[in-house]
């Protein structure tokens, strides 16, 4: 007779959470490390008296942390996620109604970014005894539709537990998509709330210690064999890192293949940290916030060794980069979705780390040839003294993001972790940045979700504390995206857990307002200004008189604010320097001037611009709109701008 314990549906649940464990070839950890959690009427008799009776019989077996916002729950298991390459996430739990609603930005930023988040929003009664409930949503049409299922198109799974005996099914398959290196995301499990309090009888052998084993597939031998093909006939190949380098733990091989070879490296956001910023091979970021040196070379690129990327448009500068009219793409993906992007017949469907090694080995002796490794030289050379003079303090009160971006390099450790989500941050850090550790440039640029910063920053340090780091974390964000999101500071204060936070004040949306320049819109509502009754408009000069500094100190957070004079990017430098010394969470704010820009990257990036308008701004913008676009390859053939001599010289 099988082994039981009588239990609810809650208890049963967060039990069978904390026996999960992810194994990745010797390494073995929690796949859930702790419960998010913001309780409502929704599941404080269900998950929430489930945690708290664990707690009280075991405590530390499923930890459960406070949270102020139930999107930066989301954000924060992402964040833990990221760190630990995939391997170990949270699970978020949220009251029905607005709680679970409030979750959705956050599901598909996780699922966006291939980044495994366990979501357990709460539900209306599955009884419908007492219909409508508070917080229900009522449809004529569909009296069963209900908020949670907004999570279907932004979760990589969903279910609902509508019995309590559909509990094992359910959670089973939630672990398995969870766990996976090619469907992980967001995954989301719905509880109606009266169903988390129901009991059953719960089989002793689900609540056992359970190991998920990632997969690490070979490359087949038909595949690789053709991949070695197309790169021994190549002239001028290069590599495009993308994050799945960094989730299959193969910085090493790439490295390895790069110097075996010689083909140069350049990287996407999530790739970052992918290889060093000072390796001969490494030409920087690509596409449309990339270096001149990676774009340059992208556009005469004839073979692309696409690793663990997505392929998105600032990737591929909204398919600019490559000019090369007979450019092959080999796209190593272990999710056969991304694997075949660019209508490519060059598909390796199979690990990172395992695909690199076997690439290197299949490959021999082979190399690039002389004048190829001497162009990717001069690039390199060319772009790193152009980030020299970026990086140089302009002795201005209000300097540019970029001296800013130094300041903070400079200040900085190499293992320390730079943090970023939105707005004209990450652009500059992608172009500027130079990463020395593989873990140490995180900017969510799927999503780009404007709040992302403090939360995932939060969740990063979580993710480095659990494996025993103390390596700082470094939060840079603009004034909109704080706005935006800022309430997990006091989660960090309540925690005693440390970040710095660096504010760059610019009053307004910086990033938009230098798009709306170039589509022809003149900032038209990307400053923060005080509303002008005479123009029924917010463009004035009267900046807003909101104190972000005093708002953090409200917070509990050790404050410092840079003024605004010659030494300001000196004076950064020394607030990092004290933040560092700190075992506190500090807040850097210092203002900047937005219109002085980072060096451009020779990349671009399709905003379509009005076709017709009485603005002369709007007209001379299309105008330049269709001659960018006239570069744009098609899924198959070549660019239209394209020919064969400009392309291939």
């Given at each position: 007779?099988?082994?039981?314990?009588?239990?609810?549906?809650?208890?049963?649940?967060?039990?069978?959470?904390?026996?999960?464990?992810?194994v990745?070839?010797?390494?073995?950890?929690?796949?859930?490390?702790?419960?998010?959690g913001?309780?409502?009427?929704?599941?404080?008799?269900?998950?929430?008296?489930?945690?708290?009776?664990?707690?009280?019989?075991e405590?530390?077996?499923?930890?459960?942390?406070?949270?102020?916002?139930?999107?930066?729950?989301?954000?924060?298991?992402?964040?833990?996620?990221?760190?630990?390459?995939?391997r170990?996430?949270?699970?978020?739990?949220?009251?029905?109604?607005?709680?679970?609603?409030?979750?959705?930005?956050?599901?598909?930023?996780?699922?966006?970014?291939?980044?495994?988040?366990?979501?357990?929003p709460?539900?209306?009664?599955?009884?419908?005894?007492?219909?409508?409930?508070l917080?229900?949503?009522?449809?004529?049409?569909?009296?069963?539709?209900?908020?949670?299922?907004?999570f279907?198109?932004?979760?990589?799974?969903f279910?609902?537990?509508?019995?309590?005996?559909?509990?094992?099914?359910?959670?089973?398959?939630?672990?398995?998509?969870?766990?996976d290196?090619?469907?992980?995301?967001?995954?989301?499990?719905a509880?109606?709330?009266?169903?988390?309090?129901?009991?059953?009888?719960?089989?002793?052998?689900?609540?056992?210690?359970?190991?998920?084993?990632?997969?690490?597939?070979?490359?087949?031998?038909g595949?690789?064999?053709?991949?070695?093909?197309?790169?021994?006939?190549a002239?001028?190949?290069?590599?495009?890192?993308?994050?799945?380098?960094?989730?299959?733990?193969?910085?090493?091989?790439l490295?390895?293949?790069?110097?075996?070879?010689?083909?140069?490296?350049?990287?996407?956001?999530?790739?970052?940290?992918?290889?060093?910023?000072?390796?001969?091979?490494?030409v920087?970021?690509?596409?449309?916030?990339?270096?001149?040196?990676?774009?340059?070379?992208?556009?005469?690129?004839?073979?692309?060794?696409?690793?663990?990327?997505?392929?998105?448009?600032?990737?591929?500068?909204?398919?600019?980069?490559?000019?090369?009219?007979?450019?092959?793409?080999?796209?190593?993906?272990?999710?056969?979705?991304?694997?075949?992007?660019?209508?490519t017949?060059?598909?390796?469907?199979?690990?990172?780390?395992?695909?690199?090694?076997a690439?290197?080995?299949?490959?021999?002796?082979?190399?690039?040839?002389?004048?190829?490794?001497?162009?990717v030289?001069?690039e390199?050379?060319?772009?790193?003294?152009?980030?020299?003079?970026?990086?140089?303090?302009?002795?201005?009160?209000?300097?540019?993001?970029?001296?800013?971006?130094?300041?903070?390099?400079?200040?900085?450790?190499?293992?320390?972790?730079?943090?970023?989500?939105?707005?004209?941050?990450?652009?500059?850090?992608?172009?500027?940045?130079?990463?020395?550790?593989?873990?140490?440039?995180?900017?969510?640029?799927?999503?780009?979700?404007?709040?992302?910063?403090?939360?995932?920053?939060?969740?990063?340090?979580?993710?480095?504390?659990?494996?025993?780091?103390?390596?700082?974390?470094?939060?840079?964000?603009?004034?909109?995206?704080?706005?935006?999101?800022?309430?997990?500071?006091?989660t960090?204060?309540?925690?005693g857990?440390?970040?710095?936070?660096?504010?760059?004040?610019?009053?307004?949306?910086?990033?938009?307002?230098?798009?709306?320049?170039?589509?022809?819109?003149?900032?038209?509502?990307?400053?923060?200004?005080?509303?002008?009754?005479?123009?029924?408009?917010?463009?004035?000069?009267?900046?807003?008189?909101?104190?972000?500094?005093?708002?953090?100190?409200?917070?509990?957070?050790?404050?410092?604010?840079?003024?605004?004079?010659?030494?300001?990017?000196?004076?950064?430098?020394?607030?990092?320097?004290?933040?560092?010394?700190?075992?506190?969470?500090?807040?850097?704010?210092?203002?900047?001037?937005?219109?002085?820009?980072?060096?451009?990257?020779?990349?671009?990036?399709?905003v379509?611009?009005?076709?017709?308008?009485?603005?002369?701004?709007?007209?001379?913008?299309?105008?330049?709109?269709?001659t960018?676009?006239?570069?744009?390859?098609?899924?198959?053939?070549?660019?239209?701008?394209?020919?064969?001599?400009?392309?291939?010289?």
């Amino acid at each position: 007779m099988t082994a039981t314990r009588r239990m609810t549906v809650g208890q049963a649940l967060v039990e069978f959470l904390a026996h999960q464990w992810t194994v990745d070839g010797m390494h073995r950890e929690r796949t859930i490390a702790g419960v998010f959690g913001i309780f409502g009427h929704g599941n404080v008799a269900g998950v929430g008296q489930a945690l708290a009776q664990l707690h009280s019989e075991e405590p530390g077996l499923m930890p459960y942390r406070q949270a102020r916002n139930e999107q930066a729950m989301v954000h924060q298991a992402v964040g833990y996620a990221r760190m630990h390459r995939r391997r170990g996430t949270y699970a978020c739990a949220a009251s029905v109604g607005p709680g679970a609603a409030n979750m959705i930005t956050g599901a598909a930023l996780a699922t966006s970014n291939r980044l495994p988040a366990l979501l357990l929003p709460s539900d209306t009664f599955a009884t419908r005894t007492t219909d409508p409930v508070l917080q229900q949503l009522e449809h004529p049409h569909d009296t069963g539709l209900q908020v949670t299922d907004a999570f279907r198109p932004v979760s990589r799974f969903f279910d609902r537990v509508q019995r309590p005996e559909q509990l094992f099914s359910i959670a089973l398959a939630a672990m398995r998509v969870l766990t996976d290196p090619a469907e992980t995301g967001a995954v989301t499990i719905a509880l109606p709330e009266d169903v988390q309090a129901e009991a059953l009888d719960v089989p002793v052998e689900f609540l056992q210690d359970r190991e998920w084993h990632v997969r690490r597939p070979q490359p087949e031998a038909g595949p690789l064999a053709r991949a070695v093909d197309a790169l021994r006939a190549a002239r001028r190949p290069l590599i495009v890192a993308g994050g799945g380098v960094l989730y299959s733990g193969a910085e090493q091989r790439l490295r390895e293949l790069a110097e075996a070879t010689g083909i140069p490296v350049a990287t996407t956001q999530a790739g970052g940290g992918a290889l060093d910023w000072d390796h001969p091979q490494y030409v920087g970021g690509i596409g449309a916030t990339g270096s001149t040196a990676a774009n340059r070379l992208a556009a005469r690129a004839d073979a692309v060794i696409g690793v663990g990327t997505r392929y998105s448009d600032f990737t591929t500068a909204s398919r600019t980069a490559f000019q090369h009219p007979d450019v092959a793409f080999v796209n190593i993906n272990i999710a056969p979705f991304d694997a075949y992007k660019h209508g490519t017949q060059l598909p390796v469907i199979a690990d990172a780390r395992e695909t690199l090694t076997a690439l290197r080995a299949a490959l021999g002796g082979w190399q690039v040839d002389a004048e190829h490794a001497g162009t990717v030289a001069r690039e390199k050379a060319a772009w790193d003294a152009t980030v020299d003079q970026a990086f140089a303090p302009s002795g201005l009160a209000l300097p540019g993001q970029a001296e800013i971006i130094g300041a903070v390099q400079a200040a900085t450790a190499p293992e320390d972790v730079i943090v970023q989500a939105a707005g004209s941050l990450p652009g500059d850090l992608h172009k500027l940045w130079r990463v020395r550790d593989p873990l140490g440039y995180h900017v969510e640029y799927a999503f780009s979700c404007m709040g992302y910063e403090i939360a995932g920053g939060l969740g990063a340090k979580r993710g480095l504390l659990a494996d025993g780091d103390e390596r700082d974390v470094i939060v840079m964000v603009g004034d909109g995206s704080y706005l935006m999101l800022s309430s997990e500071l006091v989660t960090a204060v309540a925690e005693g857990i440390k970040i710095i936070v660096i504010l760059v004040q610019n009053h307004g949306f910086a990033s938009i307002g230098h798009l709306s320049e170039t589509v022809g819109s003149g900032r038209f509502g990307t400053k923060y200004r005080m509303y002008d009754g005479r123009t029924d408009d917010f463009q004035g000069d009267d900046v807003l008189p909101v104190d972000l500094a005093m708002n953090a100190r409200s917070y509990g957070l050790d404050v410092i604010e840079v003024a605004p004079t010659a030494d300001a990017i000196a004076d950064l430098g020394r607030a990092i320097a004290r933040a560092k010394a700190s075992d506190r969470s500090t807040f850097i704010h210092i203002n900047s001037d937005p219109l002085r820009y980072a060096p451009d990257g020779e990349g671009w990036w399709d905003v379509p611009v009005a076709q017709t308008s009485q603005l002369e701004s709007t007209r001379r913008s299309r105008a330049e709109y269709e001659t960018q676009r006239a570069a744009q390859r098609p899924l198959l053939g070549s660019p239209a701008a394209a020919t064969d001599e400009g392309a291939r010289s």
